[in-house]
């Protein structure tokens, strides 16, 4: 495929994601930090929702041979190190590499800085891989998955894997109703004031 | 029905079509959902303005040119886009800082804030990088194919997402 085409292809599925990214709230910094701190979890809804149709669709495609999968390596030492410290930024950021750009498509200010943070972090870390590489970055095992491990079928394992995400969702949306998650301004905020002393926040509400 | 006006969809309705990206991407791109190797590829491309060296280091050489790294550079420019859009049917774009950073890190500078966002963004894309994936090529794509280095990556990024975010003020 030629880079125009892709590039056509990736700029209509990224509105798509835009959209339901927008849509769905989950790039209000107010609901990802929120979830990081326990107290939001339109995030692990939306997460896990996208995770399980992921989980149907594989099952499907791949059980019918029409798509092979594209699993990464299991590095146990650079997928903990990375995970924590992506989670890490993920929390300060507010956001993550995707709905970063979300919050500059909104208008948010901030959102430039992550995302020349992000830039610079990227070309850092290329610049440092081959010197990671041989410490942190190289795989003993291959590419380990549930399947693979296990020698059960794919598609039986992501249809059982998506069941029981299906049983949490459903849990999870009895105990936290998401209308009122995204609290009065869609922001993951409740509206409750701070606490006194605290600097009051300014509260952008939509023209009528 | 959800409407292209309303405030707020379903997380459910969201997610779903979000996870329906994952066709177009395996049958047309021959790849998973992702989005932080885009990254590398803005930032080698950057980078080889001021250094032609860059190319020498293999993992730039693989994210520099080709139609899947464009394909991922596009597909994240497309994200705000997209946002934008909804955005604007919905009345709901955004200004300046939002007012949960105020309440979290208990003060309303915006030099501070620009600090913080830019720190963040750099630990968040080393990690993403380390770690090879982020929330969508670890967790929504890695998960989904039942990778055992996502699920782990994922926990990780919990963990350390929570650790971090305790620090700061509930909001």
């Given at each position: ?79 903990i ?16 590499p ?46 380990l ?12 394992l ?9 049983a ?5 949306e ?5 209308q ?16 006194p002393?605290?600097?009051q ?8 | ?55 020498a ?115």
């Open positions: 495929m030629s880079v125009p085409v892709a590039m056509l292809i990736g700029l209509l599925m990224g509105a798509v994601f835009g959209f339901a990214l927008e849509k769905s709230r989950v790039f209000e910094p107010g609901i990802i930090l929120g979830q990081m701190q326990l107290r939001n979890f339109q995030m692990l809804k939306i997460f896990l929702t996208a995770v399980t149709t992921g989980l149907v669709l594989l099952a499907v495609l791949h059980g019918l041979g029409i798509t092979k999968l594209h699993p990464k390596a299991t590095i146990y030492s650079a997928d190190v990375g995970g924590l410290l992506l989670g890490a930024g993920i929390a300060l950021a507010g956001a993550c995707g709905t970063v750009m979300a919050q500059i498509g909104v208008g948010y200010r901030d959102a430039w800085f992550t995302l020349l943070g992000g830039i610079a972090g990227a070309v850092t870390f290329t610049y440092a891989e081959p010197v990671l590489k041989p410490v942190l970055l190289t795989s003993t095992t291959g590419k998955t549930l399947d693979s491990v296990t020698g059960a079928p794919f598609w039986i992501a249809l059982a894997f998506a069941a029981l995400l299906i949490g969702l459903v849990a999870l009895r105990w936290r109703p998401w009122r998650e995204i609290g009065p301004d869609a922001d993951g905020l409740s509206g409750a004031e701070p606490e002393g605290a600097p926040p300014r509260r952008w509400k939509p023209a009528a | 029905m959800p409407r292209f006006t309303d405030r707020a969809w379903s997380p459910y309705v969201s997610g779903v079509l979000i996870g329906l990206l994952q066709v177009p991407a395996f049958l047309l791109i021959g790849t998973a959902l992702g989005t932080s190797s885009s990254y590398v590829t803005v930032g080698a491309n950057l980078a080889e303005l001021v250094d032609p060296g860059v190319r280091i293999d993992y730039a050489a693989k994210h520099l040119d080709g139609a899947k790294n464009w394909w991922q550079v596009a597909l994240v420019a497309g994200i705000a886009l997209g946002a934008l859009l909804s955005a604007s049917l919905s009345g709901m774009r955004r200004r300046g800082i939002a007012p949960v950073w105020r309440r979290a890190l208990g003060t309303s500078s915006p030099a501070l804030r620009f600090a913080v966002a830019f720190i963040a963004g750099f630990v968040m894309l080393a990690g993403a990088r380390i770690a090879d994936g982020c929330t969508s090529g670890h967790g929504i794509s890695g998960i989904a194919q039942l990778a055992i280095g996502s699920i782990i990556a994922v926990t990780a990024m919990f963990a350390g997402g929570i650790a971090t975010a305790m620090v700061l003020r509930r909001a």
